[in-house]
């Protein structure tokens, strides 16, 4: 791996790769300039708060909306892209495995960016890229919780209180379990409306070999 994407930021270390602009197949994105103050404004939030200069494709996707944007930007801060009861690298782990799950390209090379820069090694991208929960490069504690939100993500309704009880025993806390949840919940929403605008990978080029 590449040693110029390490960081303390790894948001603005993702800006850094070779990516291409926005663009979208289905529902036009909301230009900067052609934006309302109060979107602009939140922009300007999005920028501060992550520390990159460039706006990507799915938080375009909630400028059509300023209360939508503003959530978004409230739950991206607080919950998704930080450490709280799960890691930032075992949600990025969680948000590659459930993208190429809901054969969402845009976001499964973005949330594999994040991973990386987050430690995660090529190999383990690439496994996660393809559906593969090898042990080799998961631990078994791993292995079991992404077994369970991908169950969240696909077939949710049959979930039942067996399901939580295994993660537990496999050593995750009934909290972190919770956490879990909403994770895979919140990030299957992301692959759904970058899905929806027809957002394309953001790495035409390959992300792999950037890796």
Sequence with gaps: MRTELWSDNPQRQVAGMRRAAPSSKNL?????????????????????????ADLPGIVLCFATSPGLLRGMLQIAGGLLFCESLLSSQHKEMIATYLSQQNACAYCTDSHAALLAVQGGSAELICNLQDGELNAGVLTDAEVALLRFTGKVNSDSSALIRADVEALIEAGWTESQVAEAVHIAALFAAFNRIANGFGLPSPYPEGLREQL
Aim: hydrophobic share 40%.
């Design 28 to 52: 036009p994105l909301v230009e900067e300039q052609a934006a309302s103050e109060e979107v602009r404004a939140l922009f300007a939030q999005y920028r501060e708060q992550f520390g990159r």
